[in-house]
């Protein structure tokens, strides 16, 4: 089956730039979503279409893609930026979803 | 606004069945796909099954395959999700989520109902 793969945790001091990567066979064909879940909350969306933010997103979250890696970038990042994040994205056929394995982000 | 409310969750024993449902609201039901996506205790997040607005469609992760059933009541505006043979390893937070009728993409989550499988 399909899988999006990501790194485990990432750590950055409050400010500085947080990168978050996600690989994927199917990437260069598909669009990369990506979901913030802070602790005993549902998620949320924060990136669609590998770049776009959803309004009411703060600007410091983007979003790119190149061949097989989408990358969630967090511009200064905040204190409460710290959570997990999930990218998505579907199968080449496109009718199952798949998430990455999440990646915990600490801002400290 | 856009809510999204789960319920039907509790304890049951392997080998049982459990039906989840998940109340809509604020938008038009019948014209949206549904997922249901779940979260193991301390684990990542799970895609689980799909079903198209009309409810034509439906498509399930292969861990559920011939388990769980994905169905919609839109005189109800309510999703299901009919869980049979149950395992342990089906002991998760259960979320459903509006599909965005694009790409697969979730843009509304319930807050989510825990179901936990054990003797």
């Known amino acids: 089956s399909y899988e999006l793969t990501q790194p485990p945790s990432v750590s950055v001091s409050p400010g500085q730039t947080a990168r978050i990567t996600c690989s994927g066979d199917?990437?260069?064909?598909?669009?990369g979503y990506w979901y913030q879940q802070k602790s005993g909350q549902a998620p949320v969306l924060v990136i669609y279409?590998?770049?776009k933010r959803p309004s009411g997103i703060p600007e410091r979250f983007s979003g790119s893609s190149s061949g097989t890696m989408a990358t969630l970038t967090i511009s200064g990042a905040q204190v409460e930026d710290e959570a997990d994040y999930y990218c998505y994205s579907t199968d080449s056929i496109g009718n199952h979803g798949v998430f990455g394995g999440g990646t915990k982000l600490t801002v400290l | 606004q856009v809510q999204l409310v789960e319920s039907g969750g509790g304890v049951v024993q392997p080998g049982r069945s459990l039906r989840l449902s998940c109340a809509a609201s604020?938008?038009?039901?019948?014209?949206?796909?549904m997922h249901w996506v779940r979260q193991a205790p301390g684990k990542g997040l799970e895609w689980v099954a799909v079903i198209s607005y009309d409810g034509s469609n439906k498509y399930y992760a292969d861990s559920v395959k011939g388990r769980f059933t994905i169905s919609r009541d839109d005189s109800k505006n309510t999703l299901y999700l009919q869980m049979n043979s149950l395992r342990a390893e089906d002991t998760a937070v259960y979320y459903c989520a509006k599909d965005s009728n694009y790409d697969m993409m979730m843009d509304v989550w319930g807050q989510g109902t825990t179901v936990t499988v054990s003797s």
């Open positions: 199917a990437l260069p064909k598909k669009y």
């Open positions: 279409e590998d770049s």
């Open positions: 604020g938008f038009t039901f019948s014209t949206y796909g």
